[in-house]
Structures are given as C-alpha cells and as structure tokens.
C-alpha cells in the first residue's frame, strides 16, 4: 500500500488523521493521510517520529530509510518512506 503523508512538525500534540477520500483522488494512491509530530525536522528526528506513529497507526514493524529498525509491533509488515525525506509531503509504502 502506497500513501502521501503531509508532516506538521514542531505540533504540540502527536497524530494520525486520515483525509477525506474526497479531498484526495490520485491514482496509485492508498489515501492521503495529515501527521502531526512534536520533534523538529533537524537531526531526521521528525522522520523518525512520523515513522513511529504509522507503524502504530497501521500495527507493523517499522522499518528507517537507512535499514535501522524502529521495530514497535511484529505483524510482518513494514513502513518505508520511498520519498520526501527532506519534505513535508512524503510517499509512504507499508508493505505487507
């Protein structure tokens, strides 16, 4: 499954919200989900964080761009960011 993802850093409250289907019609494309982290994007710490929050969000296993584990929950998927690693709109693939 392959998802955008749009970053608010710096929030002061953590979440995961799922935008309207409505809002969001582009092919090749799981949804489009708004992820609000409290770490800044300095140090990849709000990468980290985002990942964290969709392994959650989707129950999987994690999985860092650089191959490190963020490894919260073993139901043999992962969570990836394929691209926007410096962006605040990312496509996310969580991979079965």
């Known amino acids: 499954m392959k998802i955008k993802v749009k970053v608010k850093p710096n929030a002061g409250e953590q979440g995961v919200e799922k935008l309207d289907e409505k809002l969001f019609n582009e092919e090749g494309f799981d949804g489009m989900y708004y992820v609000k982290v409290?770490?800044?994007?300095?140090?990849?710490?709000?990468?980290?964080?985002?990942?964290?929050?969709?392994?959650?969000?989707?129950?999987?296993?994690?999985?860092?761009?650089?191959?490190?584990?963020?490894?919260?929950?073993?139901?043999?998927?992962?969570?990836?960011?394929?691209?926007?690693?410096?962006s605040r709109v990312k496509i996310v693939e969580v991979l079965d």
């Open 38 to 86: 409290k770490s800044g994007a300095e140090g990849n710490k709000a990468n980290i964080e985002l990942l964290k929050l969709l392994t959650r969000y989707f129950n999987t296993t994690g999985v860092y761009p650089d191959k490190s584990p963020a490894k919260i929950s073993t139901k043999g998927k992962e969570v990836k960011i394929k691209s926007g690693f410096t």
